[in-house]
């Protein structure tokens, strides 16, 4: 992993060389999340960051910059969870690699060494605004392997990767059993997840002993597992039913691990528990298909959720059919549709991801010193008819046609 | 004629059911798009006992005996036909045959489903139920009002042909996943559909050739008798097709045959929209808000409405429920409007166009004197995000409410508000739930 870093890190620095032109945006309305909206405002963009943002009264363009206009811009999007890149848009066995059925718990697969930069929907997210994605292996596993964050910029895989490992994809629910003979049933799901577990903690106990003779055999499978009970990655579980949601915040709670609720279609029935436990939620699209665990789902939960105080993400997801993935923007402009407020929608598809995958640092709002990632649009973000007209992603445009 | 013994019983029910409105309703303030004709702003709509009686603006005399309900900044537009849906648990044929042109999703559907209810909520006021693709001929398709039901009497409606129903084919990979007796390939899949129609013909042949003389009638033959109702211009053949080469084979096979074809789903309808407008076929087309999913669907286009209406082919849109959802037929046509179909033909494919793929254009699609009083009430632009079906209206009866929390419980979703029932979920369900 190290190496990854080193190579990330010497990308990163290279990336100012490339001799980008300096960019002035001027909109109408700035949404930067962070703050408030700007009316009239600019936004500087120097060497693939974000310079300045303020009103066109604070802030002097100088005169070397090209200046853009626009009428709204907001954040890059970040998609909470996805499975684009791995999972291909053919839908054929070459090019879908977001699960491995040859065993239900493989925490040792790498999103890494499957991500493909040069999928079409990659592409496709990108020109809908979504410049940060949240992407690995899929749901329908107990654990199906682990997550990465990319940016959805063209590049190789080492140049797009902004956190190689984020965290363990986990799933429980009835496609579990339907991917694999055993677990057969939901006690038994619980009982192999422990099992791991259980393992992975002796796995530890051996590796701190003294005597270095009793350390065990690396085992790939115990080593990602000890990431998630020392705390190093969290658990991105998939759980949709009131019984599974809280199946995973039993297990978080015994085995002490940052929890994740991931779909969450009845999280609104649990406000309480998930707001004790204080797990996380990334909320399934608002537009995911009502069936099977999701039977209950509402579009309505978005606002439920936030209303009580639980920060939501939403994401697109996993689709197996046609669509084979969802229009993040939509997702969250439904979501305000069927009652988040308007701004708040913004933040489920920006800095609530950001935050929650650890890299608000970055990414997820319109801000001094983040990186230049913005989308242009002629109007109402939300709408329709609104097209997004530009997309920068690192201080590059990378989409420049009307969508 | 034989088939249709039950006829009569279904005009029966339907009158009962009108018969219950007496008094006019008239909708006050709206703006109303007739789809027929031009917006009306401030337009009043009246109807009673089930139909339309009339439309106009502001200076329309509104009956004294007339309830009056206000309308003011909403948008009233005709019931949203979707031409292909697969609510209610259609069937259609199983792995016996590769051609399935007895089976009647009639016999299937279960008309209480929460399907419908589903579809209310999307502003759906008729249905063309179809048997799934995964067969050349899956079996017969049935044309339904989302009026309310108990029996599958209750739903259907006979069109100008006096049938309630058309014939749904397929061609190019979906019929062609099933084993034996199945297709291998796209000859053969044309070559299986030929050597049926033949028969067809010369079964057609017999009963002309009796004419009066029912002593000399060939033997019934449940396989035939629809085809000959297809042949003969009464039953439409709803054919599912994606790529070039297979639009252009449906398009061959309706023309050697006669037959009358509406074309679906229709992805690379773009790259032929001159050979479809030349053929004077109608297309209902699938609006998807992302590519891929599907091998033979890769090179489906968001351009298909635009440059299918703009090549003068009778366009309309369907949900395919469950690829896409009922309650989001209307939002397809905002993405064509985005991709440059125009808002005038975006609504006629919401509506008229459909209605007349299903010969009911003299019945429904449009606000007209004397027509079927099936509308929808907005609470806006028909074409915005913010947008919602506030009413949905059936033959003059209210049948969706959003202010009613039963009905909108189907529109958003909640606890137990939908059925676990997997029967109403589309035969694409093994692979849409396969993860």
Redesign the interface.
């Known amino acids: 992993m190290k190496q990854i870093h080193k190579i990330i890190s010497c990308l990163l620095c290279a990336l100012p060389c490339m001799a980008l032109a300096q960019t002035a945006i001027k909109a109408d309305i700035i949404y930067t999340v962070s703050g408030s909206p700007i009316k009239n405002g600019v936004v500087l963009v120097k060497d693939g960051k974000i310079e300045n943002v303020g009103t066109a009264k604070e802030i002097s363009i100088p005169k070397n910059y090209k200046i853009v206009e626009a009428k709204v811009v907001t954040p890059g999007l970040v998609d909470a969870r996805s499975c684009v890149g791995l999972s ?5 066995p070459t090019d879908q690699d ?2 491995e059925k040859s065993s239900p718990i493989q925490p040792e697969l790498r999103a890494l060494d499957a991500y493909n930069p040069d999928e ?2 990659v592409k ?2 990108r020109d809908y605004g979504v410049t940060t994605m949240h992407t690995g292996h ?3 596993a107990l654990v199906s392997g682990q997550t990465m964050i990319v940016k959805t910029k063209p590049g190789k895989i080492d140049e797009v990767t902004l956190v190689p490992v984020e965290m363990l994809a986990m799933t429980i629910g009835t ?1 579990v059993q ?2 694999f003979t055993s677990p057969g049933t939901k006690a038994k799901q619980i009982a192999m997840i422990r099992t791991e577990l259980v393992k992975t903690q002796g796995y530890m106990q051996k590796q701190n002993d003294k005597d270095t003779s009793k350390h065990p055999a690396i085992d790939l499978k115990y080593e990602a597992l000890s990431k998630l009970l020392k705390g190093e990655v969290k658990a991105l579980i998939t759980v949709n039913t009131t019984n599974d949601i809280m199946n995973a915040l039993r297990l978080a709670k015994e085995f002490n691990f940052k929890l994740v609720i991931d779909g969450a279609a ?1 999280a609104y ?1 649990l406000i309480d528990e998930i707001k004790a436990a204080k797990a996380e939620v990334i909320l399934h699209a608002t ?1 995911a ?4 665990d999701m ?6 939960s978005a606002g439920i959720l936030t209303a009580a105080g639980i920060p939501v993400s939403i994401e697109t997801g ?10 993040l923007l ?1 997702e969250a ?2 979501a ?3 009652g988040m407020p308007y701004e708040e929608g913004l933040k489920a598809v920006t800095l609530n991801p950001a935050k929650l995958l650890g890299i608000d640092k970055r990414v997820g709002s319109i801000e001094k010193g983040k990186d230049a990632d913005l989308v242009l649009y002629d109007g109402d973000p ?4 609104t ?1 997004i007209c530009k997309v920068m992603i690192d201080g590059i445009w990378v989409t420049e046609n009307c969508k | 004629m034989r088939k249709f013994l039950l006829l009569p019983v279904l005009l029966i029910s339907i009158s009962c059911t009108l018969s219950a409105q007496t008094k006019p309703i008239a909708f006050k303030g709206a703006t109303i798009y007739p789809v027929t004709g031009k917006p009306i702003t401030n337009g009043t709509l009246i109807v009673q006992d089930g139909k339309i009686v009339a439309v106009g603006d502001a200076s329309l005399n509104i009956p004294s005996d007339a309830v009056v309900q206000d309308a003011k900044g909403k948008v009233i537009m005709p019931g949203i036909v979707d031409t292909h849906s697969h609510l209610g648990g259609p069937e259609g044929g199983d792995n016996s045959s590769a051609l399935n042109p007895d089976t009647r999703a009639f016999d299937a559907i279960n008309p209480t489903s929460d399907g419908f209810k589903k579809a209310l909520a999307g502003g759906l006021t008729t249905l063309n139920i179809m048997p799934g693709s995964g067969h050349l001929m899956s079996g017969q398709t049935v044309y339904v009002k989302m009026r309310e039901a108990q029996v599958m009497e209750d739903l259907i409606i006979v069109n100008e042909k006096g049938v309630f129903g058309g014939m749904k084919m397929a061609n190019g990979t979906n019929p062609m996943r099933g084993t034996t007796g199945f297709p291998g390939t796209r000859a053969k899949s044309a070559a299986m559909d030929r050597d049926l129609f033949v028969k067809a013909q010369e079964y057609k042949k017999k009963i002309e050739k009796a004419g009066k003389d029912s002593s000399k009638l060939p033997e019934r033959d449940l396989r035939l008798e629809p085809l000959v109702e297809v042949l003969q211009g009464k039953r439409v053949v709803h054919f599912h097709t994606h790529k070039e080469n297979d639009i252009l084979t449906a398009i061959r096979l309706s023309q050697e045959f006669g037959f009358r074809v509406v074309l679906h789903h229709v992805s690379e309808g773009w790259k032929v929209y001159e050979q479809i407008a030349k053929a004077n076929v109608p297309c209902s087309i699938i609006v998807i808000e992302s590519p891929g999913g599907k091998l033979e669907a890769m090179d489906y286009s968001s351009t298909n409405g635009a440059a299918l209406s703009n090549a003068g082919v009778l366009t309309g849109f369907h949900t395919d429920d469950g690829v896409t959802d009922s309650r989001l037929l209307i939002r397809g046509a905002a993405l064509s409007v985005k991709a440059g179909m125009s808002k005038e033909k975006a609504l006629e494919a919401l509506t008229i166009n459909g209605a007349k793929m299903l010969d009911l254009s003299s019945r429904i699609g449009s606000l007209e004197k004397g027509k079927d009083a099936d509308f929808i009430i907005l609470s806006g632009d028909p074409f915005s995000v913010y947008t919602k079906v506030e009413q949905t209206w059936v033959e003059g009866k209210k049948r969706y409410d959003i202010k009613n929390p039963e009905d909108k419980a189907f529109l958003v979703g909640g606890f137990k508000v939908y059925s676990t029932d997997r029967e109403e979920y589309h035969n694409h369900d093994d692979e849409i739930g396969n993860q």
């Not at chain 1, 291909?88 to 054929?92: C, D, R, T, V």
């Not at chain 1, 939300?382 to 008819?385: F, H, I, N, Q, S």
């Open positions: 291909g848009a053919l839908n054929i977001q699960l079409k929907l496709y997210v899929g749901i329908g496609t339907s991917n009845e029935r537009l298909r009502n069936g099977g039977v209950n789902m509402t579009r309505e996993f689709e197996g059919y046609v669509p084979k993935t969802h229009v939509y402009a439904l305000v549709t069927y939300y709408e329709y008819l097209n």
